[in-house]
């Protein structure tokens, strides 16, 4: 008889080994998914995983892509990482994500044409703000009303895609467009344009603000009281308020940094690869950057690395689409599996297995 | 605008077929959080029950056998839940986000070639000699056979859940696990068994939203229920009863929002279509603030893995 026995203390060898193991668990069973689906499982996995790096014919177009996709991955997933630590459950990045593009993308349209240096900085400021404000929502219902976060901050990602159908339609709409909905081209205004800073690489100011963020997260987890705090809180609650942290100051914290880092995300996107505020420039990351906060074990190098992963899988997919007609679907459901499987193989993280009978006590 | 034009008997009538969805899913998780977990899938249950129901149904001709179809596509899926949280122990938060996302992308993928047809028709039954009381029988009695078969549902988890043993074993499950094992229930077995139970029933909720009440089969039709009924759950104080009345003031501000922007009113679109969102976030705020009863009645042990540890 197999049962399980919780280990006293999490292994460290699983802990860096559970995320490959599901990746490759992942691998075989998308690979079913995709023969089910009639198309070649190996030919599949390849076209996803490695032809967007090291075909020679795709390379090209696709690696810089792979800074483009990952960049808002990681930056949302380094904030809501910081939450699940502690327990504290920010599900509603997209809409942060989607308020940090209306408030800073409107505060830059709203100078424009100017050409001042001041411009850019002012939108980045304006979607931090913007997606902050937005997570204070919940965190200001939590910490008042004990209301359930999970809950508030999920349902109002559907207010803001309403918010946003809204301007883009009415007070963003591009007075130039004839009537189209969508705000204007960023492209059209230099002075509020996200461009790539180094030409073919894919490297754009989102891109180093999260490779920032991954350096603070870092830092705030192993060397400040705030992140041992955090730590704490989510292994040993009540050992956490014995020592005195305040809980609710934890909650503003942590849905505060979320909110902002999910609205720089979506400032940066929307100044530059979406190029403009539409009514579905949003395509989802607040929600696949769960996944790749789990993937990365909430650790912030981990994440950095699963969230160039996950782009990868974007990449692929889109290539997979492209080259074997593998529906946009079926590589959501293989995002959606590698969460499945990662959350199951980290109970070898946690627990032993044990073969054999249970000897009396 | 044309505030006359909005028929109060049609709107009440409507109301009942708006609530159906929700109401069928929030008292399947009920069992489920009475039994102590928390399944945060609902939303990828529901729409994965949408199509399953929907591609049963087209295929045989026969929107009944498309919601038993729902109802086991449903159940599949929440077993996924069920052996990841209760076997490997993993975390409940975590786990249920994985199977919305999953459900969403499952069902566009098993939806692809149903985008744009019809599903039979489900007939609507006038029960006989009450449907013919002026105006209440119109409102109360002319509906197909799953307004009815949620309302029965939720008779029938009250009075389980009050009155049998088996009810009061999964309430024992939900307050305190460890007192319940240790009397020698089965923990892991009465909690996957609701967790099922759960998936059915926000399967047939959603098969309910794509062959009834839109009718059609769309890609991330579900459009946050699930989500919704979550909330209501949390409204209701976790009272079957309640359940009822959050479902219905739900479906009352969804269909009174849809035919105020049919009658041209003033406000943007947008804003209305918000508005059941956003009063559900109010509602939920109000529930919560009473923080002695908020604290008293959700399960003890609810989110909580459990594990018998020697």
């Keep these: ?135 204070m929502i919940p965190a200001i219902l939590r910490t008042r009303f004990r209301t359930n976060e999970i809950l508030v901050s999920l349902l109002l990602v559907y207010v803001a895609e309403q918010l946003l159908a809204s301007v883009s339609l009415g007070l963003l709409r591009n007075p130039d467009g004839g009537g189209f909905p969508g705000s204007r081209n960023f492209e059209d205004f230099p002075a509020a344009d996200n461009q790539e800073i180094i030409a073919g690489t894919g490297l754009h100011w989102g891109v180093i603000t999260a490779f920032a963020a991954v350096i603070i997260a870092y830092i705030l987890l192993n060397r400040h009281i705030l992140g041992f705090q955090i730590r704490l809180t989510g292994e040993a609650p009540r050992a956490a308020r014995f020592a005195g942290v305040n809980p609710n100051r934890l909650i503003i914290f942590c849905l505060g940094a979320s909110g902002a880092l999910a609205g720089l995300a979506g400032l940066f996107e929307v100044t530059g690869p979406a190029g403009q505020i539409s009514i579905d420039f949003n395509s989802g990351y607040g929600f696949t950057a769960i996944i790749v906060a789990f993937l990365g074990r909430l650790h912030p190098i981990g994440i950095l690395l699963a969230g160039l992963l996950m782009a990868l899988t974007y990449i692929g997919g889109e290539l997979a689409q492209f080259m074997l007609g593998l529906p946009a679907a079926a590589i959501q459901a293989f995002q959606g599996m590698l969460l499945f499987f990662l959350l199951a193989v980290d109970v070898l993280t946690n627990y032993r297995f044990r073969f054999g009978r249970v000897e009396a006590a | 605008m044309d505030l006359a034009g909005i028929n109060p008997v049609l709107l009440l009538a409507s109301l009942m077929v708006a609530s159906t969805p929700i109401l069928l899913a929030a008292i399947g998780e009920l069992v489920v959080e009475k039994s102590g977990v928390l399944n945060l899938g609902v939303e990828g249950m529901m729409i994965t029950g949408a199509i399953c129901g929907f591609a049963v149904a087209v295929n045989t001709g026969s929107p009944a056998v498309g919601f038993m179809g729902a109802a086991l596509g449903g159940a599949l899926l929440s077993l996924v839940f069920a052996v990841l949280t209760q076997v490997f122990l993993s975390n409940q938060v975590a786990t249920g986000l994985a199977l919305t996302l999953f459900g969403l992308g499952l069902s566009s993928l098993m939806g692809q070639s149903y985008v744009g047809i019809k599903p039979p028709s489900t007939p609507e039954i006038a029960v006989p000699i009450l449907s013919d009381i002026p105006v209440l029988g119109q409102i109360l009695f002319q509906h197909d056979l799953m307004v009815y078969f949620s309302l029965a549902l939720v008779a029938g988890v009250w009075a389980v859940l009050k009155y049998t043993r088996i009810g009061l074993i999964v309430r024992a499950v939900g307050e305190n696990h460890d007192a319940a094992h240790a009397l020698g229930y089965r923990v892991v077995l009465i909690r996957v068994a609701c967790i099922a139970f759960g998936g059915a029933c926000a399967g047939l909720g959603g098969a309910y939203l794509s062959l009834v009440r839109v009718p059609q089969w769309t890609e991330g039709m579900t459009a946050g229920a699930g989500w919704i009924a979550l909330a209501i759950v949390v409204f209701a104080s976790w009272r079957a009863g309640r359940v009822l009345i959050g479902a219905y003031l739900f479906g009352g501000v969804t269909v009174l929002q849809l035919n105020l922007q049919a009658a041209g009113v003033a406000i943007p679109v947008e804003y209305l279509s918000m508005s059941p969102y956003l009063i559900t976030i109010v509602v939920l705020v109000i529930m919560s603030a009473d923080r002695s009863r908020a604290a008293l009645s959700a399960p003890a042990s609810l989110g909580r893995s459990f594990h018998a540890s020697s």
């Design chain 1, 1 to 135: 008889m197999i049962r399980l026995e919780k280990r006293p203390e999490p292994s460290r060898i699983w802990a860096w080994a559970t995320p490959p193991l599901a990746v490759f668990l992942t691998m075989i069973a998308g690979g079913l998914m995709f023969a089910l689906l009639g198309k070649d499982p190996f030919e599949a996995i390849r076209t996803i995983f490695w032809d967007p790096l090291f075909n020679e014919q795709f390379a090209a177009f696709s690696r810089p892509q792979l800074l483009v996709k990952a960049g808002p991955l990681i930056l949302i997933a380094i904030g809501l990482s910081l939450g699940f630590r502690a327990g504290i459950w920010n599900i509603g990045a997209e809409g942060q994500y989607i308020m940090g593009a209306i408030v800073g993308g409107g505060v830059g349209l709203a100078m424009f044409p100017s050409d001042g240096w001041y411009v850019y900085p002012a939108m980045v400021i304006a979607g931090g703000l913007g997606g902050w404000a937005w997570a």
